[in-house]
Structures are given as structure tokens and as C-alpha cells.
């Protein structure tokens, strides 16, 4: 009987350039784990571009969901998406499949890559979620001509994704966790992840915590990039500063991702499939190289991990076999670069040494896995602890060509015994009964109608009612209701209500 520690791994390598990283990688982690008595049992699978060329809309076909299922751990290529035929990116729709709700994303300043900041000590890791927010894809169009995307934000999803990053700081023994928001101007969505934030800081003490508005995040990143620690973010801003923080260690060719979920994780390099290198074997592999060290940490093989990543250090440290993007990047002659092949071949050559200009891997604080024990409330605990809503009134979105004076005063002899017109307001500046200085036409409004006995609750009738005599004079488009928590308004006013 054979005495090797087995993994089953499904590997997805995916369009493009993804296939030559993939295969890189597998070699570079076949070699090591015969050195240390491991084997992976590589369940190859498909997704991405040539899914969709089948014809499977989801671009993630049922096999390779199977494979996942059953291995719960993908190391993944880069994946095409389709542009303009209403395709889902398959990464997407992967991470969403598994409920991979953190996407880890770290940068570090690496031996023998010249960097503007080299020397500064970089070494952050941006913790992004990677659920919600516009990403969970819910747009509709308005009107033929006004397009809207709906930014969710749960207690939950942030509770989970900070209480992530907090783990993860401990884990690594990291000293600071940023959180970063837009809580100045999205009170309710970047506010509740900014309050979370909050409340969890005082859990995790020992742990120094602050929070950064997320523009003046994208300026510290430049201006003092070492000052940072763990940033964690909601999932769009956490996307484009991660891209940010690995423009400041090297670029694209050594950004790594880990994707975790609490049963699945999916590791990938943050770059796309660079579909002009594709098939031509100069890319660099690192940065799926280096994903796959968060995955072998992830499945408990920490030294070997370790030692894959010291080897991939070593051999940029030592710059004799180079691929085209570092030399570019050092000002030297592309045709001096090795292939993908030749590199890959230098890093399995260094495979048990270890750079010496920086720390080495086995020397630093080591992460496994993050699961974070999940305190959030149930459902009905939450809402006994929160209260019944109470429905003050209705936003209703109506698409109009008609001047805000016109549409304000027909909606307003609408409004009926039990409500008030408010306001109506165009993209969130009250048009009506003020009228906005710089008005600008787009042809939708909202109205808000307000219970005229503010001590009543509306009834469902009283609003619908509302609703058939506004599509009188209007195309309604969608409504919101207004309600309120122990007294707490639950929306936003509009600018100059
Ligand atoms: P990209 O594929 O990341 O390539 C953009 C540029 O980044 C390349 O032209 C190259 O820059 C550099 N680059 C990327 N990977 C590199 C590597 N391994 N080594 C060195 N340099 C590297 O971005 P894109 O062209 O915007 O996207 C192409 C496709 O990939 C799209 O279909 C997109 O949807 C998809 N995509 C997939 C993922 C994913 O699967 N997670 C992520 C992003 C994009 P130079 O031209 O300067 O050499």
C-alpha cells in the first residue's frame, strides 16, 4: 500500500493563456509534493468560452460543478466572458454556485521585481466579498434609456466577510484590519458595512482597527502603500483595489486569489486570460503558482506550500531565468526571457531553496484555512430583536416625459384620502414642489407618497390602491415601500428634501 497523503483537486484551465498557467502549475506541484510524498489526483474539468460555445449559457457545465462537489477544493485558469449576449461571467456564477463569500487577494513586494515602492516592505492582503453588492447582477432597465443595478448589502454576507478578515489577521498575525467604505454617501449599504466593522473591532481588541473611506483608500495605496495591513471591502471597491495593490508589487503576473466559501474554495490567479499571449509560451505562472500555496495552506499542506513558494522567490531573486513581463518591467531585452516552460522548469530546479534577500515562507506567520465560527442570529431572533416594520408610505418610480411641474401636480390629485405627495424627485434631487435649478430630463421619476396619518400604518390596500390610479396618468416602473424600525427611517432622502 502506497504511503502517499493523496488530494483530488479539480483543475479548470480555463481559456486563453490559462492553460499553459495551468499546466505550469500542476508541474511545479506535482514536482514538489513527489519530494514530499504527496500525490493530487487531478480531475480535470471545463468552463469558461468553449461551455458557451456549446451552448450552455451558464458557461460552468455539470460535470465540472460534480468535481467540485466532490473534491471542494478547484484551482482554476482564467475564464472568458462572452461581451453583449447577456452571458453570465462563468467566474461568477462559480464562485455564487459554491458560495465562495471571501475572495482573498494578497500583495507582497517580491525579491528581483522592480517596483516604484521597492524597499517600502509591502505586504497587504485585501479581503473582498464576493457575493453581494452590484455583483449580485440584479439590473433591470427603467425605461428603455435609464438602466439601474441594485447594490445589495446583508448583515449577514459583511458580518461574514469581516469576521473573515479579522480571523485571517489573527491567523497571520497581522496587526491592523482596514475597513473600507463609502458609508459618506451609501448610508444604508457602505453604512451597515462600515457599523459592522465597528462592532466587530471591539470583539477582535487586541487587533488595531480603522476604517477609510474607500477613495482615500486608492490614495493612501499610492501614496504610503505599507501602511496597510488586512483591507477588508465590500465586493466592487474590494475589486478594483486589489487590481490597485497588485499594480503596486508587479503587476498582473503575480497577483494571486483564493476564493472561500464554508464548504468549497476555488484558487485563481487575478489576471484574465491575455488572449494575445495565448498559446505562445511566454506568460508568467506565477501568480496561479502562488495561488496554488494559499491552496495547498488551505488543504493542510503547509510545508509544502512553503516550499513552492520559497522556490518561486528564489528563482526571482536569482533572475537568471526570467519570463518576458519582469524583464520588460526590469528595462532589459525581451529576447533575453525564458518561455513559460523555461521558467517553470527554473522553479521546479529551486525546489527546496529559499530566497535570501527576504524572509523566507517557512519563516513567516503561516495561514491555513479561515472558517470563522459563524455568530450571526437566526431569522425569527433577529426580527423579535429589531422589531415590526412599520410602512410610513411608497417611492413610486414612474417613467414620464412629462415636465416635473406637470407630472408633480397630476400625481399629487392622485394621492387620494390616506397620502401626501411629498416629492417628486429626478435621480435623487427633489424636482417637485421645488423645482431643481439644473434640471436635466432623463424621463423617469420617483414620487413619494407619505401617509397622510403619520400615527397609521399603511395597509397593503391603501398602497395598492395608490398604485392602480398613479398607472392612470403614468408607467410605473417599480415601487419601494417606506418603512421604519422602532421609530428609525428605513430610506434615504432625496437632495433638497
Ligand atoms: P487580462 O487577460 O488580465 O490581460 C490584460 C493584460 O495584463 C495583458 O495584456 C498583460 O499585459 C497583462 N497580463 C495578464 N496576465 C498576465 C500574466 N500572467 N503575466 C504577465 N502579464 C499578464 O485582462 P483582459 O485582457 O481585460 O481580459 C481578457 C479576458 O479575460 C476577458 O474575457 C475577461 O473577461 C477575462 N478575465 C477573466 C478573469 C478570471 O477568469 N478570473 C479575470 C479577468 C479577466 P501587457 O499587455 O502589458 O503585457
Known sequence: MSNLRRHAVTIIPGDGVGPEVALATRRILDAAAARAGVAFDWEEAEAGASVFLKGDQTGVPQATRDSIERTRVALKGPLETPVGFGE????????KLFETYANVRPA???PGIPTRYKGE???MVIVRENIEDLYAGIEHLQSHDVAQAVKLITRKGSEKIIRFAYELALRENRKKVTTASKANILKFT????KRIGEELAAEYAPIEANHLIIDNVAHQMVKDPAQFDVIVATNLHG?????LASGLVGGLGFASSANYGDEVAIFEAVHGSAPKYAGKN????TALVLSATMMLRHIGELDLADQVEDAVLATLEDGKALPQDVVRQQGGDVEAAVSTTGFTDAVIENLGRGPTSVPTAASRPRATSVKPHPRWVDGEKRLAEVGPATVLGVDIFVESLLSPAEIGTKLAALSGPN???RMVSSRGVV?????????????FFRARFIARDETQAVSNEELLALVTRVAGVAQWVHLEKLRSWGGEEGFTRAAGE
Not at 190 to 193: A, I
Not at 431 to 443: L, S
Open 190 to 193: 457602505e453604512g451597515m458595512f
Open 419 to 421: 397620502f401626501n405627495l
Open 108 to 110: 507582497r513586494e517580491l
Open 121 to 123: 516592505g509591502i505586504d
Open 431 to 443: 424636482v417637485w414642489p421645488k423645482a431643481a435649478p439644473a434640471f436635466d430630463h432623463v424621463g
Open 239 to 243: 475589486d478594483i483595489i486589489s487590481d
Open 282 to 285: 511566454v506568460i508568467n505562472p
Open 88 to 95: 453570465k461571467s462563468a467566474n461568477v456564477t462559480l464562485r
